[in-house]
């Protein structure tokens, strides 16, 4: 349970935080008065607290105060007497304060706040065993949900097959995920329902990352083919995509790979490993398809790698470490990315097999230092056993952990436990709320097949195509839209009669020339009137430069339709340095780009890194504005 205790100042605070967290907790209480007597109220509660465990949340108006510190003391007293119960204190700080007038802030500083392993860890959907109650959580989990069920033990059989009838009634698959258990009498097991849906899957998107030389490629064939690696790079062959990759060892492109899991949680492929399996055998035989996105680790194509974390629009990143040479420069560099992108992460450590046990430790040691500095800010999470996976499963959506694995490809230990992560983790991103949007498509390569025409790729973001629907492709280089129509639609290799957001697709163009359509353009509703634009304003933070940056500098700007390079026109102060905040103006060089309020963006310049979000767009501007360079100030 949690139970928060708060001084009259801040009793609309802490009712703020009770309205947020009621729906996403298990049990929870609140106990609001005057300091010297909500202590009662917590011994009044103390049978409950010694029997379940739990949190106990101290809300002072001003932590520094004589009374406050006094309080605080009684209440650590109070719970270290208390068996499996914990104490957090949350000073709202004397005066005016963020967290006093935003509700937003308050409820993230509790939930952060809330140990992972907490019976009232955070979760996003309410558990009531109706057949309303397994729609609705089906529903808010894109089609799966990890169902928790605990009932008194003369009671368990019948809520097991209560759940499954409601699953059948809907459609769904539905599976234990760890062994019954039994405390206090009740019986408790996780279950995992997915929707089977002829023709249908759900997408999962992991992008793996990490420094050049670490096992990326290799860990990704592993997982996707269900072969152990040789210990000379057998394994990693089958994922390049460049004969000079095969060549130099190296990954220079995004690589697409898939894995497909049955109604049951069993990967497709593994099925078929003594033979290549195609993407549409997989698609059809799988309910859940989970695709990763090998990105190069070389400084050199670190342009490439950052497209392909912002425009494959990824649910989680797998951030991959050599056991044998540890944390590197573009190790930092990569998690900064998913840290900017907001991207829930799990970091695997390769190589354990032809370690030394004493430089492994020194790895795994450095990884968790790394994890717990104040930027970073994770708790990290070793993960050893299929319970450890189960609890990361069902937290990394928060973006609060970072689970930590230790594998090796040539053996295969600790292989089937990501393979286990993978096939829990639910979708981060809500596209159940986009497929009503207008038709939005994000295009990222194109192809010419004799005998079909112009072919384009990418991810459908919102709505719902079909063949034969007209659509808008734009921007040119003029900021342009022009009507096409779709002739053919395949996802995952299959011919389809229609494909839905939050699916990888590829259209058939009808009279469309392959060199008239770039990486970046978007397929988009006509009802929309898209518009292109040559300007923007974008709240933005400097994550690191060597001096100072001022009007006229030039980075290349980075999100899901942009990689072009854009100029500084103004700024909300006079320079900016690492770690400033600033509102600042922008102007492409070449050639307006299709953009949106709120969009993420990221830019970058050598070692210099800035994250932002798109605050305002500016129609207007040509292309005599902006298409002579200057060199840009950064001194």
């Known amino acids: 349970m949690l139970l928060i205790v708060g001084s009259p100042p801040v009793q609309d605070l802490v009712k703020w935080a009770t309205d947020a967290l009621k729906p996403l907790e298990h049990r929870m209480e609140v106990a609001m008065d005057t300091e010297d007597k909500f202590l009662d109220q917590l011994r009044e509660r103390e049978s409950d607290l010694r029997a379940h465990g739990g949190v106990v949340l101290a809300v002072f108006f001003d932590g ?56 009232v860890a955070v979760h996003r959907v309410s558990f009531t065993l109706t057949g309303e109650g397994v729609a609705s959580a089906l529903n808010a989990g894109q089609g799966e949900v990890l169902w928790p069920l605990a009932t008194p033990v003369c009671d368990f059989t019948d809520s097991v097959a209560l759940l499954r009838r409601f699953a059948d009634e809907l459609q769904c698959s539905v599976w234990a995920v760890n062994a019954a258990s039994t405390k206090d009498g009740q019986q408790c097991q996780d279950f995992l329902l997915r929707r089977r849906v002829p023709g249908k899957h759900l997408e999962l998107r992991i992008a793996v990352c990490g420094n050049v030389d670490s096992g990326k490629s290799t860990l990704t064939s592993v997982l996707t083919h269900g072969v152990n690696d040789d210990g000379r790079g057998s394994a990693r062959a089958k994922v390049f995509v460049h004969q000079h990759e095969q060549e130099t060892g190296r990954t220079s492109s995004i690589s697409e790979n898939h894995i497909g899991f049955e109604g049951t949680g069993v990967p497709v492929n593994h099925a078929h490993s003594s033979h290549h399996v195609s993407v549409a055998t997989i698609a ?140 829990l983790l639910p979708s981060r991103s809500k596209w159940n709320q986009s497929r009503d949007m207008p038709r939005e498509m994000i295009i990222d390569s194109t192809f010419f097949v004799t005998g079909v025409g112009t072919v384009v790729g990418g991810i459908v973001t ?31 290799g299959v011919d389809v009669p229609e494909v839905e957001c939050g699916n990888d697709a590829a259209f058939c163009l009808k009279k469309e020339k392959r060199s008239a359509i770039r990486k970046g353009n978007v397929l988009v509703d006509p009802a929309v009137k898209p518009k292109a634009f040559w300007q923007f304003e974008a709240e933005i933070r400097i994550l690191y430069h060597s001096t100072t940056i001022s009007s006229n500098y030039e980075p290349v700007v980075h999100s899901q339709t942009v990689r072009q390079s854009a100029r500084i026109v103004s700024i909300s102060c006079e320079t900016l340095r690492t770690g400033d905040h600033a509102v600042v103006k922008f102007q492409f060089l070449y050639r307006p780009e299709f953009m949106k309020v709120d969009q993420r963006i990221i830019f970058r310049e050598g070692r210099t890194k800035g994250i932002g979000t798109v605050t305002k767009l500016f129609e207007g501007g040509t292309p005599s504005d902006t298409r002579t360079p200057t060199q840009g100030t950064a001194k």
């Open 64 to 119: 520094t105060a004589p009374e406050s510190k006094a309080c605080l003391s009684t209440l650590k007293a109070f719970c270290a007497a208390l068996s499996g119960v914990s104490l957090q204190a949350l000073n709202a700080k004397r005066g005016e304060h963020t967290l006093y007038n935003n509700q937003e802030a308050v409820v993230a500083s509790i939930a952060k706040r809330l140990p992972v392993k907490s019976p």
């Open 284 to 423: 059809e035989q799988s309910t859940k398809i989970v695709t990763l996105y090998d990105l190069a680790g070389h400084e050199k194509y670190l342009k490439t790698t950052v497209l392909g974390m912002t425009r494959s629009v990824p649910d989680y990143a797998c951030i991959v470490v050599s056991a044998n040479n540890g944390i590197q420069r573009m190790t930092k560099e990569h998690l900064g990315l998913c840290l900017a992108l907001r991207l829930p992460f799990f970091v695997v450590i390769t190589r354990i097999d032809s370690t030394p046990p004493n430089v492994l430790a020194s790895t795994v040691e450095s990884v968790v230092k790394l994890l717990k500095t104040p930027v970073v800010k994770k708790l990290p999470m070793h993960i050893s056993t299929e319970d450890d996976v189960l609890l990361a499963a069902k937290n990394l959506n928060a973006d609060r952990i970072a689970p930590i694995f230790q594998v090796s490809n040539v053996t295969g230990e600790s292989i089937p436990l990501i393979l286990r992560l993978l096939e």
């Open 462 to 492: 919102q709505g719902v195509f079909r063949p034969n629907d007209t659509l808008l492709l734009g921007p040119d280089g003029l900021g342009n839209f022009r009507p096409v129509q779709i002739k053919s639609i395949h996802s995952k």
